[in-house]
């Protein structure tokens, strides 16, 4: 195969050494090529507005505008290419969020190299790529109309609320999570007491406790508080 017939694909990753890993995979493979990558999410748009991509690779953890934001706002646009997602949170919590955003397949940095070319090659055909596991789960939970655990699900929580309780793992104050959300103090500590009752917690160390339950791999803040 010549490069001309080659996937053209995007690689979106803020950390040097990862991305760099990812890139070396891909473009050992016959029928793709990584012609762009991106370390945040801006310059994934920057790239999208220059040329246009046959799949998008990207994380979830970006600094500023999010992984998922950013799945949104491509799957937004016209033509808009597959994405899949490839990331180091946990597939059973991330997935089908980033599906609902517009994501075509999700697989975690755990994985084999030879399932992420794998997923890239589904994309690339048109379908979609989840683990075994994560397919069963997520049929489970469409035949019972409900997800099969009787724990709080994040399921059960809006899009900015989710990415609230991230950035309570992270370790963020109310201001610092306000700035990041572009919403009044005011309007996070209303999103903290959402939380706390849809997801049982009876006060802040309690929620505090369950972010970092739900997301034990997020970069915690050196910010001072």
């Given at each position: 195969?010549?490069?001309?017939?080659k996937a053209?694909?995007?690689?979106?990753?803020?950390?040097?050494?990862?991305?760099?890993?990812?890139?070396?995979?891909?473009?050992?493979?016959?029928?793709?090529?990584?012609?762009?990558?991106?370390?945040?999410?801006?310059?994934?748009?920057?790239?999208?507005?220059?040329?246009?991509?046959?799949?998008?690779?990207?994380?979830?953890?970006?600094?500023?505008?999010?992984?998922?934001?950013?799945?949104?706002?491509?799957?937004?646009?016209?033509?808009?290419?597959?994405?899949?997602?490839?990331?180091?949170?946990?597939?059973?919590?991330?997935?089908?969020?980033?599906?609902?955003?517009?994501?075509?397949?999700?697989?975690?940095?755990?994985?084999?190299?030879?399932?992420?070319?794998?997923?890239?090659?589904?994309?690339?055909?048109?379908?979609?790529?989840?683990?075994?596991?994560?397919?069963?789960?997520?049929?489970?939970?469409?035949?019972?109309?409900?997800?099969?655990?009787?724990?709080?699900?994040?399921?059960?929580?809006?899009?900015?609320?989710?990415?609230?309780?991230?950035?309570?793992?992270?370790?963020?104050?109310?201001?610092?999570?306000?700035?990041?959300?572009?919403?009044?103090?005011?309007?996070?500590?209303?999103?903290?007491?959402?939380?706390?009752?849809?997801?049982?917690?009876?006060?802040?160390?309690?929620?505090?406790?369950?972010?970092?339950?739900h997301f034990?791999?997020?970069?915690?803040?050196?910010?001072?508080?």
């Open positions: 195969m010549n490069d001309f017939n053209q694909l995007l690689v979106v990753d803020d950390h040097p050494i990862v991305r760099h890993g990812i890139v070396q995979l891909l473009n050992r493979q016959p029928d793709m090529e990584v012609v762009a990558e991106a370390d945040d999410a801006e310059s994934a748009l920057n790239h999208l507005r220059e040329r246009s991509f046959n799949l998008i690779v990207t994380d979830i953890s970006l600094p500023g505008l999010s992984g998922l934001d950013l799945i949104r706002r491509i799957n937004a646009t016209k033509d808009a290419p597959p994405m899949l997602v490839l990331s180091m949170h946990e597939e059973s919590v991330y997935a089908e969020r980033a599906l609902t955003a517009g994501a075509r397949g999700f697989v975690m940095k755990q994985e084999a190299p030879d399932k992420l070319v794998a997923a890239v090659r589904k994309l690339l055909a048109g379908g979609i790529y989840l683990s075994p596991q994560m397919e069963e789960r997520m049929l489970m939970t469409l035949v019972r109309g409900k997800p099969a655990s009787t724990e709080p699900s994040l399921s059960v929580l809006t899009e900015r609320e989710f990415e609230v309780l991230q950035m309570i793992a992270q370790g963020l104050t109310s201001a610092q999570i306000a700035v990041r959300v572009n919403r009044s103090i005011k309007s996070v500590e209303a999103y903290r007491t959402s939380l706390r009752t849809k997801l049982g917690a009876k006060t802040t160390v309690d929620l505090a406790r369950l972010a970092l339950e034990p791999h997020v970069p915690r803040s050196s910010t001072p508080k």
